[in-house]
């Protein structure tokens, strides 16, 4: 559970956010009478933007004494914090926002965020105790406070091409499920073989470049590797197991079972059917049709066994809103059981009584059930999520160019130790 907000931590964030601290007006000022609510989102997906406007009607004829209005506005800039908190800085506070986990540690301790703990609590069969609390958790301080609910609980999994596979004289992936055999290393041996016969990807992580560097550095769970200590204050790139999961993965782009990497390119999609494996969540099978067959797998296990893992999104109030108990209250009603339900359609839930096949095949009709069973319900669970730092912006960039030589070839040891010299000091504070 994250430590309990500090000074320290308030100024622990980007340049625009610290000054959107600073900047912007707090508190419930808005003119009396019913409040015009506002929710600033990362899609722009017209029917995630449908079903909330739906949602958000619904409240407003229930309780117009409260709130006049919801509106529901995408931020238009590519990088989407830098977006949010430009728009905060600049005084257009939201009441609501969808905040990635990544940037939640450094909103939650630097009191961007508005504790919604108690209106969730007293919010008619609202059930907060039905909520995962791993995934829960990064969402909280040490006093219990909750700070988001995470409507978008989603796990990574193995996308395979069955037909590229096939073609390749592999075998089938699918049913080594379960077995010893199915490990990263089976599965980047047969990556491997796959691209020297076909020439096709044979691994790839889509949402991964050296901006993204976390999206390589997660899979290092199933190494026993972790970027940094528990606490967040120590950095662990240069423990023996993140040595040991970096020089396995640059070993595997060496030899062609992942494809190198060359400044921001993006990956070959896995829907062009010329990727073999693709590490990837949920969303992705909406993108593919009947072109070839593939199946929907967990992760495989690593050396220290199977590590799932979870990406996540959270909606919160922001403590800047000048309409924070009627943003609240529109809050519990977005995520209780029955509009979480719908949401579920989308975005993969955190309540354990959504979690069953017949709520996930909405989200993800192209799967089967048997895939939802052991890809997403046997594993959310106990999943983790993505690496997460209460001060990640303040030196994501130096992760990214300390490993920059790992991707080119270059010295694990050198470049990880590197990493540390120039990262410490900022965790240490």
Known sequence: MRAT?????????????????SACSGGDTGDSGPADLKMAL????????????????????????????????????????????????????????????ASGPEFVDAGVLHDVRDTLKGADGY?????LPAALAPWQDDKGGVYAYPFSNSPFALYVNEDLLKTAGQPDVAALVGTPDYTWKTITDIAAAT??????????????NPTNWSAVTMLGNAWGAAPWSEDGATCEFTSPEMIDYLTWYQKQMSRGAIPTISGKAEPAAFASGDVAFSVAQLSQSGSLGDSFKWSFLPLPAGPKGYHPIVGQAGVSVLERSSHKEQAAGFLAHLTNPTNAELLAQFFPPPRKSLLNVK???????????????????DVVPEASVKPQHRVLSQFSDKVRAGLDPV????DVKTAVTGICEQISPTLKG
């Open 5 to 21: 907000r500090s000074r320290r931590a308030a100024i622990a964030l980007t340049g625009v956010l610290a000054l959107c601290l």
């Open 42 to 101: 990362w899609s722009s997906n017209k029917d995630h933007l449908a079903l909330l406007k739906k949602v958000g009607d619904a409240y407003v004829a229930e309780h117009r004494d409260e709130v006049a209005s919801i509106t529901f506005e995408p931020v238009t800039n590519p990088d989407y914090i830098a977006g949010l908190t430009t728009q905060i800085a600049g005084g257009d506070v939201p009441d609501l926002a969808w905040i990635p986990e």
């Open 127 to 131: 059930d907060l105790d039905d909520i």
């Open 195 to 208: 691209n020297s016969k076909t020439k096709a990807v044979g691994l790839n992580v889509p949402t991964f």
């Open 359 to 377: 709520t996930l095949s909405r989200a993800a009709p192209k799967l089967s059930p048997e895939a939802i069973q052991s890809a997403i319900i």
């Open 407 to 410: 991707w080119s070839g270059g």
